[in-house]
């Protein structure tokens, strides 16, 4: 079955850019089915979407986050990233990789994020 | 934007009690995109329900969901030790996705 897993530094500097990627194997990440999305707690806080890529190519944010954050996907090696720049205290996080189970690319049922890796814990200090 | 808001923010109850958590969004959420989560310390959350009642693979049948509209409910019927953790909704549309703030669920 599919898994995912997260790899990237725990550690990263204010006004920096954090790239994570989180690796798909047990199927293709060119799935018509799965959105490949990014999610994130902060320290005793709750469950906050930052945004989904798909295989084509499509992207979609949260709108708080618009404006810092990419999200890609490698076909060719079966990955997924994140890109997000200026960083601040605020975006220390632990940081989820997640697939978003869709009954096609328009996504007229919902069958809810149903795989995801184990996280990783990203802190923003200089 | 949609905001999903859950209630109560903690449930103190008993193992064997039954517990029912509530979502309510700010505006209409189709059926079909209306999901519920389980998150217990150190883990990642896990999916229990996705169109608002159906339960996700190998999710007993103690865990029901219902609702539609603006208002959903989860339902544990008899709480197991293992099901003591906290618990999202998360709404799905127009290609953007809204978690609740979670209830969590504690032993009294």
């Known amino acids: 079955q599919l898994q995912l897993q997260e790899s990237g530094p725990g550690l990263v500097k204010p006004s920096e850019t954090l790239s994570l990627t989180c690796t798909v194997s047990?199927?293709?990440?060119?799935?018509?089915?799965?959105?490949w999305g990014w999610i994130r707690q902060p320290p005793g806080k709750g469950l906050e979407w930052i945004g989904n890529?798909?295989?084509?190519?499509?992207?979609y944010y949260n709108p708080s986050l618009k404006s810092r954050v990419t999200i890609s996907v490698d076909t060719s090696k079966n990955q997924f990233s994140l890109k997000l720049n200026s960083l601040t205290a605020a975006d220390t996080a632990v940081y989820y990789c997640?697939?978003?189970?869709?009954?096609?690319?328009?996504?007229?049922?919902?069958?809810?994020?149903?795989?995801w890796g184990q996280g990783t814990t990203v802190t923003v200090s200089s | 934007e949609i905001v999903l808001t859950q209630s109560p923010g903690t449930l103190s109850l008993s193992p064997g009690e039954r517990a029912t958590l509530s979502c309510r969004a700010s505006?209409?959420?189709?059926?079909?995109?209306l999901a519920w989560y389980q998150q217990k310390p150190g883990q990642a959350p896990r999916l229990l329900i996705y169109?608002?009642?159906s339960r996700a693979t190998g999710i007993p049948d103690r865990f029901s969901g219902s609702g539609s509209g603006t208002d959903f409910t989860l339902t544990i019927s008899r709480l197991e030790p293992e099901d003591f953790a906290v618990y999202y909704c998360?709404?799905?549309?127009?290609?953007?996705?809204?978690f609740g703030g979670g209830t969590k669920v504690e032993i009294k």
């Open positions: 890529g798909y295989y084509s190519g499509s992207s």
């Open positions: 505006q209409s959420v189709g059926s079909n995109y």
């Open positions: 998360q709404r799905y549309g127009s290609s953007l996705l809204t």
């Open positions: 047990g199927g293709s990440i060119s799935s018509s089915s799965y959105y």
């Open positions: 997640a697939g978003v189970h869709c009954s096609s690319t328009s996504c007229y049922y919902y069958y809810g994020m149903d795989v």
């Open positions: 169109g608002a009642s």
